[in-house]
């Protein structure tokens, strides 16, 4: 049942004609049926961030992290699309209705399936570490007891990142057939996107030099990405060249190059996550001792096993190889790749046996253990479901640290329903009450629906039709379901107020 | 556990006197439908610019066929486009009438909309037909079959939502927050249907006048 097209899936190889069965399609289906997931998930947020914050949260006192969540959703909005293009409508149909996509032969075009597939993946790249940027700035702001530097360029900052990994992706395609102008082009907009990350780093060390900082595990992870990830991404300007490029196609200078920047940009920063949010969550602290010895396993184990892989590299030992010759020279450095790979496998043990332990043991969080600023922090740890009894008032970018404790709140929500309260999009003035569904079954079987329509699409195309017609069905038992609710409601008409039901 | 008693708070207003149904951009799923507008919008553009895209591998556009061009037929898609268009104007007056909460007006021009809109995905199975061409023939006919039955699964979903609201409206006490959710489909439907002219265009007009 495995897929077996490497997880790039490139056609002919991919194709009916080298893959027969059902193995690609298990890739091709359920790729879609995560990206459907992820899409909808992604206007869950655009349309929260934009319509459901606290009172008084303007556009400009959103905390960095959601800023970050909040690009990240528009970039799966607009990069999600490609690849469930790719993968359903192109390659699944190519394997199940003959239609000709990536044939040569009827004017389609193997080419073409790299283009789409890497103008979805290189923003994937950005999707994944975004969010390890957003949450770089709340732990240096808590643990160096000083408001971030830069605020309105980290958010620029993370915007510009966001419409930069659009222009990128050709240079996953250096080495196929593209215009030298496409070349140029690709190569600047690759060097280009170093400037924004550039400012964010540098507002987060003026940052961390204007205070004193308190060397916790999850600020010893936040020094790890810096050396970590900087290192990634100098790489990366490197690679952007096409000539350096060529010389390093598939080489081990790129594994090392990737996982400086995902281990160092995304990893390390949701470690730090992790030690920082789990009292919220658990209502328990972490160790800080298993936690520090966590953290420099992991910095040094994640370094003494890639940093070799940019000589080998370098000495021509291609990817995707499970051994070579002995006279190539390259055993001493895979050895010492090992060990370190040896450091990093025991970090992350020492990680689990402390989650293990402090979930169930650990000393006894307060509601705002580390002294921090953010809304979170207000509730008792570990969060209630209903979160704030009263939805607190934001009058600044560090509720915690501007107005102490409590918050000041609105009233007037009603709690015999639910309810929540909208504000409008740029001031986040209360606008009007929200009430959400009740609990219910339907979305459940929606979602079984959905799940036997993807699942069955792997096997026939014609599970697309009869999938869908179950899917409209539920969609009609859902809507009678819900119409059921009839209550009186204060109706805005634009021109009056009207209480109807 | 037993959650600590919240310390007084210091309220700076109530909320109480604020609606509770609201419709366009104040609402939570007039927003939902937008993203989702985005993302569909999107997924046709790119799909558009691989038919462009593809064309670099032909010789003449629509390719030939045993020394015949396969261009499209015009009638069957033109009439659609028309019905598709026209069917824009009791969408409209069914959110016109949803606004002023007037049921009777929400019921009659969803019964309209619901006739008009049942024509519409008959018709797109003749114009599928139309491109003269096979989706198995050659690149070309894929990308074409691909623009057209990507938009056509868009056409029949919101056809199905227009036809389930006009059931429950018919048959069932609708709540008056139903209201909005009438507004937000006509709201839809505008978008499926003007984000087919262009699309029409490429399709079935572009070929005569790219050969």
New interface residues.
């Given amino acids: 049942m495995g897929p077996d097209a490497g997880w790039t899936s490139y056609p002919p190889l991919s194709g009916p004609a080298y893959s027969p069965g059902h193995r690609v399609d298990v890739w091709a289906q359920v790729v879609t049926f995560t990206e459907i997931a992820a899409l909808v998930a992604a206007v869950n947020i655009i349309v929260t961030v934009f319509k459901m914050r606290a009172p008084g949260m303007s556009l400009n006192r959103i905390p960095l992290f959601v800023w970050s969540q909040l690009v990240v959703s528009f970039m799966i909005v607009f990069a999600m699309p490609a690849v469930a293009t790719a993968s359903t409508l192109q390659l699944a149909a190519d394997r199940a209705v003959s239609t000709q996509w990536f044939n040569p032969a009827e004017g389609g075009d193997a080419l073409l399936w790299q283009h789409i597939f890497w103008f979805f993946g290189h923003p994937e790249v950005y999707i994944i570490f975004l969010p390890g940027l957003g949450f770089i700035t709340p732990i240096i702001e808590t643990f160096t007891r000083r408001r971030v530097f830069g605020y309105t360029a980290i958010v620029l900052a993370n915007i510009t990142t966001g419409f930069f990994a659009f222009g990128l992706w050709v240079h996953h395609m250096f080495a196929t057939p593209i215009p030298e102008l496409g070349q140029s082009l690709f190569t600047a907009a690759s060097m280009l996107i170093a400037i924004p990350t550039g400012v964010q780093i540098f507002c987060w060390l003026v940052t961390l030099f204007s205070g004193r900082p308190r060397l916790t595990a999850a600020m010893l992870f936040i020094l790890g990405f810096f050396f970590t990830f900087v290192n990634g991404g100098l790489t990366g300007v490197m690679l952007a060249s096409v000539t350096f490029d060529k010389q390093v196609h598939d080489t081990f200078f790129v594994v090392a190059h990737l996982h400086y920047v995902l281990l160092g940009g995304a990893i390390m920063p949701l470690f730090a996550a992790f030690y920082y949010w789990f009292p919220k969550v658990t209502g328990r602290l972490l160790s800080e001792t298993l936690g520090k010895w966590n953290a420099w396993l992991f910095i040094i184990g994640v370094n003494v096993a890639f940093f070799p892989m940019h000589i080998l590299g370098l000495n021509g030992m291609p990817r995707r190889i499970y051994t070579y010759l002995a006279e190539t020279g390259w055993g001493p450095l895979n050895a010492l790749v090992t060990l370190g790979a040896v450091i990093v496998v025991l970090s992350v043990a020492l990680f689990v046996v402390n989650a293990a332990i402090s979930w169930r043991a650990g000393r006894l969080a307060s509601a705002n253990p580390w002294d921090s600023y953010g809304l979170e922090w207000a509730t008792p740890s570990p969060a209630p479901n209903y979160n704030f009894v009263n939805t607190p008032v934001v009058l600044g970018r560090h509720p915690l640290w501007d107005t102490g404790s409590p918050l000041p709140v609105i009233t007037g929500l009603r709690s015999d329903r639910r309810e929540v309260l909208i504000t409008t999009t740029f001031d986040a003035r209360p606008d009007h009450r929200h009430k959400h569904p009740r609990a219910s079954i339907w979305p459940f079987v929606m979602a079984l629906a959905m799940g036997i329509t993807w699942i069955g699409s792997i096997f026939t195309p014609w599970a697309i039709l009869v999938g869908l017609g179950i899917t409209l069905l539920v969609m009609l038992g859902w809507g009678w379901a819900s119409s059921q609710d009839i209550e009186v409601e204060r109706v805005d008409t634009e021109d009056r107020i009207v209480e109807a039901a | 556990?037993t959650?600590?008693l919240?310390?007084?708070?210091?309220?700076?207003?109530?909320?109480?006197?604020?609606?509770?149904?609201?419709?366009g951009h104040?609402?939570?799923m007039w927003?939902?439908t937008l993203?989702?507008m985005?993302?569909e919008g999107?997924?046709l553009a790119?799909?558009t610019a691989?038919y462009f895209?593809?064309r670099q591998?032909?010789h003449s556009w629509p390719?030939l066929i045993n020394g015949q061009p396969l261009t499209p037929s015009l009638t069957i898609p033109t009439i659609n486009l028309i019905v598709m268009l026209v069917s824009m104007a009791p969408a409209y007056l069914a959110a016109r009438a949803a606004?002023?909460?007037d049921e009777g007006g929400v019921k009659l021009w969803l019964l309209i909309s619901s006739l008009i809109s049942l024509v519409i995905p008959v018709l797109r199975w003749y114009e599928l037909w139309a491109l003269n061409v096979r989706?198995?023939?050659?690149?070309?006919?894929?990308?074409a079959?691909?623009i057209v039955g990507?938009h056509a699964s868009l056409l029949?979903?919101d056809v199905?939502?227009t036809l389930?609201?006009t059931?429950?409206y018919w048959v069932?006490?609708?709540?008056?927050?139903?209201?909005s959710d009438v507004a937000d489909n006509s709201f839809y439907w505008y978008f499926m249907v003007l984000v087919w002219v262009p699309l029409y265009l490429i399709v079935y007009v572009g070929p005569h006048l790219f050969f």
């Fill in positions: 556990m959650a600590p919240p310390a007084p708070q210091q309220s700076l207003g109530d909320v109480a006197e604020l609606p509770t149904v609201t419709f104040r609402s939570l927003w939902g993203g989702f985005v993302i999107w997924t790119l799909i691989m895209y593809l591998n032909f390719p606004k002023r909460l989706w198995d023939t050659n690149a070309y006919g894929t990308a079959w691909t990507t029949v979903l199905a939502d389930g609201l059931l429950l069932r006490r609708m709540p008056i927050k139903a209201m």
